[in-house]
């Protein structure tokens, strides 16, 4: 079946949209200024998803270096910051398509060796679908969360 969605960069006009999904599917929010800054940063790693013409869905990652989660050296880190897919247009292999465009991206373009996340512990649908793509628990961050929930952090390699 061919899939009824498209998967593209993000542009400046799609940010307004990109805050609205984030509004509407996550407790974890941030200021305009924070999209804009890692779609000047990170633009090439930096998708959305559209139906119709009409974004549905997003993901902004980020590149650090630092010593590495899986390789312990210095590394360059892809950071997958946010990803949302509207509640209507889930279980429709979009989230799945937006992470493999931005790990490809990180890898091709930003030359990350590994990339990684956190991830509420009670998110069942993220955490099986970070595991469908090879993610691994590197570690549990206690009350990493504003409102005391735990995280894990997960990563595989690039
Ligand atoms: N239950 C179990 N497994 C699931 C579920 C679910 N509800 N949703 C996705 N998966 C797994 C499955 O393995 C699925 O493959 P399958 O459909 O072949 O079984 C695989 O993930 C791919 O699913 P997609 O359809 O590509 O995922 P979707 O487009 O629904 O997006 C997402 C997943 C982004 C997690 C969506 O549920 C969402 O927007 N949730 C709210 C926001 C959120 O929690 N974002 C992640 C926060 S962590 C972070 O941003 C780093
Ligand atoms: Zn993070």
């Known amino acids: 079946m061919t899939p009824q969605f498209i998967i593209r960069k ?4 799609d940010i307004p949209k ?9 407790p974890e929010n941030y200021p305009e200024f924070f999209f804009y800054y890692h779609l000047d940063n990170w633009g090439d790693a930096f998708f959305v998803a559209e139906v119709d013409g009409d974004v549905v869905g997003y993901i ?8 590495g989660f899986l390789r312990k050296s210095l590394v360059k880190k892809g950071h997958v910051v946010s990803i949302a897919v509207l509640e209507e ?25 590994e990339v990684y996340l956190e ?9 099986r679908l970070y595991e469908k793509l090879g993610f691994k628990i590197v570690k549990v961050l206690e009350g990493y969360y504003s409102d005391g929930e735990n995280a894990y952090l997960m990563a595989r390699e690039l």
């Open 119 to 127: 991830v509420r512990v009670s998110n069942t649908p993220a955490i």
């Open 89 to 113: 247009h889930r279980r429709k292999g979009i989230g799945e398509a937006l992470m493999k465009s931005g790990m490809e991206a990180m890898k091709n373009v930003y030359d990350a060796k």
């Open 10 to 13: 993000a542009e400046r006009d």
């Open 18 to 26: 990109v805050i609205s999904i984030n509004l509407k599917c996550l």
């Open 60 to 67: 902004m990652n980020r590149v650090e270096r630092g010593i």
